[in-house]
């Protein structure tokens, strides 16, 4: 990947179920991507062993992490260790830009 990725240049991939996402840029070791969500949209609860750290950039998401649920506004962000289950529900149209380190290789495996 390039040092520099414009945004009107990175492919938007839909994951259905109100969900797209952006991979902005990454290294071996560090990943920062970009999800978009519609009104209700679900990130299910999952886990891997990836460190994770996300921004609220916009709209209100109900978190949970282990089994401790907070609404998150824009703004914003929560961290997820390793292995530590996790899932969103947006309550509004919202984006979430997520770091992971290391990079996410399963988000390249179709």
Same mark, same amino acid.
């Given at each position: 990947?390039?040092?520099?990725?414009?945004?009107?240049?990175?492919?938007?991939? &839909?994951?259905? +179920? +109100?969900?797209?996402?952006?991979?902005?840029?990454?290294?071996?070791?560090?990943?920062?991507?970009?999800?978009?969500? &519609?009104?209700?949209?679900?990130?299910? @609860?999952?886990? !891997?062993? !990836?460190?994770? #750290? *996300?921004? @609220?950039?916009?709209? %209100?998401?109900?978190?949970?992490?282990?089994?401790?649920?907070?609404? %998150?506004?824009?703004?914003?962000?929560?961290?997820?260790? *390793?292995? #530590?289950? !996790?899932? #969103? @529900?947006?309550?509004?149209?919202?984006?979430?830009?997520?770091?992971?380190?290391?990079?996410?290789? &399963?988000?390249?495996?179709?």
């Amino acid at each position: 990947m390039s040092n520099f990725n414009k945004n009107r240049n990175i492919l938007m991939e &839909d994951l259905r +179920g +109100g969900i797209k996402r952006q991979i902005l840029g990454y290294e071996s070791q560090l990943m920062l991507v970009r999800v978009y969500f &519609d009104k209700g949209a679900v990130g299910a @609860v999952h886990n !891997h062993p !990836h460190q994770q #750290v *996300s921004f @609220v950039e916009k709209g %209100c998401f109900e978190v949970t992490i282990n089994d401790k649920t907070e609404i %998150c506004d824009a703004g914003d962000c929560f961290t997820v260790p *390793s292995d #530590v289950k !996790h899932g #969103v @529900v947006a309550l509004e149209e919202g984006i979430l830009v997520d770091g992971f380190s290391p990079a996410r290789e &399963d988000f390249f495996k179709k």
